[in-house]
């Protein structure tokens, strides 16, 4: 099955939102997305993961640390929200921009054909902030990270 | 001197300013808001503060736990920005409500009679995180803190 590559959105000026579809039942989608040794292997555009810390529950904090060849990049922060298998919702903070902290909304829709809607929304402190990480290239990073999950998933 | 209890205002919808002074020179403000041994006597009310981590530079965390006769708080976040003696940008999140994240940005200025005027500017994600803080008694904390800086300043 063919498979489109997420679709950005901009729901207002200090946000960004995408949809993307896996070829995958739900249960499998959330799996690979809170199993460490799953995450390590498609986070971070596919790139070799190092998971520092990863307390997946309210509270908890969570640090990934991206190897890419182009450099080193940590990112952290702090789940506050986790509903199985269908909802997360986290701070997310780059360490190039400490203390610029977005909050990701991650939704899965079981599409009831063996397929899983993802959805995702990210809310920024200032319009700057979220034209700032567009600017980064985010949206093709998110891609490649999705076409890893998706290698991951078809195994 | 007599000295007035912080002022607050509501700049935006998401945001809370204060403005405060204090009767000493801004490099003594300045000092016992960044030496952590000065900093466990006045922030947080006055309670016994455990100061669990001090990283103060561009990227570090903080940690402070807070030991009222109502309870434990704890707070965290990262420093964005620091400008000795005169201005330091940072994250704030309370581990009651965890990946709620506040941006504080806090400026001294020197009066040039011996005292310094605190201005304080907090931004929320939401408009809702901004009242729902505000309902907290927070206007009154921080006005304890501060009296109990007051008093550590006097000393």
Known sequence: MIISPAKFSK????EIALERTFNAARDRVWKAMTDPELLAQWWGRGNPLVIEKFEFERG???????????????FEGRYREIKAPERMVMTFEWDGMPGHVI?????LKDL????????ARS?????EE???MLN???EAGAEQSYQALD?????
């Open 112 to 119: 009831g054909d063996g397929r899983t809607l993802l959805t």
């Open 130 to 132: 979220r034209d700032g």
């Open 103 to 107: 909050v990701n909304t991650i939704e």
């Open 11 to 14: 729901p207002s000026d200090r």
């Open 151 to 155: 290698r991951l998933l078809a195994r």
């Open 123 to 127: 809310l920024f402190h200032t319009h």
């Open 136 to 138: 980064t290239g985010m």
């Open 60 to 74: 908890g904090h969570w640090r990934f640390v991206e190897h890419s060849p182009h450099g080193v990049h940590g």
